[in-house]
């Protein structure tokens, strides 16, 4: 049973970096692949970000285009999204997601989610 767990959360204040990490145990999921989603208090869990299995091919929502930058290190069974000028609207909790499902990788088809991790962004 593959796990996930997600880190790199925390309370920053806006225009501030940070970079979330999620990594996967029990299991390898090179063939995978790996997405972000958030949910925001009060609001649906949306979609954030996603790599395909071979790390050649991204899909990003709007609300993170040209902030957000998500990328993975297969040999350490791991993605990584690095947030560059954080918004207060980015305020939510971040999940990880693993999956091996055709198409639109923006869909909530993914084998594995993590917890999620805390993401606060003050103003």
């Known amino acids: 049973q593959v796990q996930i767990a997600e880190s790199g959360g925390g309370l920053v204040q806006a225009g501030d970096s940070l970079r979330l990490s999620c990594a996967a145990s029990g299991g390898n999921v090179k063939y995978y692949h790996m997405a972000w989603f958030r949910q925001a208090p009060g609001k649906e869990r949306e979609f954030v970000a996603a790599?395909?299995?071979?790390?050649?091919?991204?899909d990003q929502a709007d609300s993170g285009k040209g902030r957000f930058t998500i990328y993975r290190d297969n040999a350490k069974n791991a993605i990584y999204m690095k947030k560059l000028s954080l918004k207060t609207e980015d305020t939510a909790v971040y999940y990880c997601?693993?999956?091996?499902?055709?198409?639109?990788?923006?869909?909530?088809?993914?084998?594995?989610w993590g917890q999620g991790t805390q993401v606060t962004v003050s103003s």
């Open positions: 790599v395909r299995w071979n790390g050649r091919s991204t």
């Open positions: 997601a693993v999956g091996r499902q055709t198409g639109s990788l923006r869909t909530n088809s993914y084998l594995y």
